[in-house]
């Protein structure tokens, strides 16, 4: 065991703990069952983690490679991932007990700062072909896709290196103003990222 | 009572649990103590929002405006945004604890994606007495202040006319790709955003 393997678990169950709450969100504001199975997916994969990480930060002390208190504090802030992550499925558990919220409540949500959309990759898209990588689509727009549908198949938590294609389905958070730009260059109404 | 301050109340929630998440990984990142009491401050705000939403909620279904099934999945979204800030709580508690992080677990969280950030606001940068909407730093830049330090005064949680001051230090959150170029902005050296 090394010290990077723990710090490496550390920062995968914040992203994915983070992640699952914008698919949470999202699955309630589009009423999207495969989004919100898909977070119970992840809280099952958090739990492993999290286990991982307190025995390598239990060995770490034992090795001395770490602290007590150092090592306290790496199994505490796993397990505040972990409470982000239960706090998310109980998010994904609203959309899947197929109560249907009330319409002003998804709007009030979209109505915040930050936003979250789906879009369809039109044909005269300039995204179409391009790796998130190659467009900088966050740095540009604002705009993170935190998941896309292409055909039957979902691909949660996009990196650099994925290629957007023609239909695919992006679902996106990001700044109110950042929003309707972004949807017009996913449309191809706007060729200018 | 009207639906509609139930759901102002769900979004607000929301809203302040997540830049809780953010303010306390800052906290820790730059062992920050006022950050991380601030995220104190936001717990026990989120406490007494998260109970006026809950009467607000039974009330309404009291007055016919809400159904069952639609007021308790209201109370388990506030439910879940206070597990969310509790869990923020916890974070913030590392930082207080006084235990000192290893420099490599700091370095973890900032090679992930999404970066955090803190600048000084140079006084040749653009953005001095521009207000945050006037330069939609986060749609340009990808980038959100998430909180400014102005001499001993915090802002927390700036919004859309929140002008920035020369001297102000900036904390942000983003893309790894945006970063330096809204680092390059604040400080002055590049003039374009």
Redesign the interface.
């Known amino acids: 065991m090394s010290?990077?393997e723990a710090?490496?678990l550390?920062?995968e169950l914040?992203?994915k703990a983070?992640l699952m709450?914008d698919l949470a969100?999202s699955s309630?504001i589009y009423d999207n069952k495969d989004l919100a199975r898909e977070v119970y997916e992840l809280e099952n994969f958090i739990d492993v983690l999290n286990e991982e990480l307190q025995k390598l930060a239990i060995k770490d002390v034992k090795g001395g490679e770490?602290e007590v208190?150092?090592a306290?504090?790496?199994i505490?802030?796993g397990?505040?991932?972990e409470?982000?992550a239960?706090?998310?499925r109980?998010?994904a558990?609203?959309e899947l007990?197929d109560?249907?919220?009330?319409p002003?409540?998804k709007?009030?949500?979209l109505?915040?700062?930050?936003v979250f959309v789906r879009v369809k990759v039109g044909e005269n898209s300039v995204l179409k072909g391009k790796t998130l990588g190659d467009i900088?689509l966050?740095?540009?727009?604002?705009m993170?896709v935190i998941a896309i549908k292409r055909g039957n198949k979902w691909i949660y938590d996009p990196?650099?290196n994925t290629r957007i294609e023609e239909g695919d389905i992006l679902f996106a958070k990001?700044?109110r103003?950042?929003m309707e730009?972004f949807m017009a260059i996913a449309e191809g109404k706007e060729k200018e990222i």
Chains 1, 2 share one sequence.
């Open positions: 010290e990077k710090e490496a550390l920062l914040k992203e983070e709450v969100y309630v770490l208190n150092e306290l504090a790496i505490q802030l397990a505040c991932s409470a982000i239960d706090a998310a109980d998010i558990d609203v007990r109560v249907e919220l009330h002003v409540i709007e009030s949500v109505e915040s700062e930050e900088k966050a740095s540009q727009t604002g993170w990196r650099k990001g700044p103003e950042g730009h």
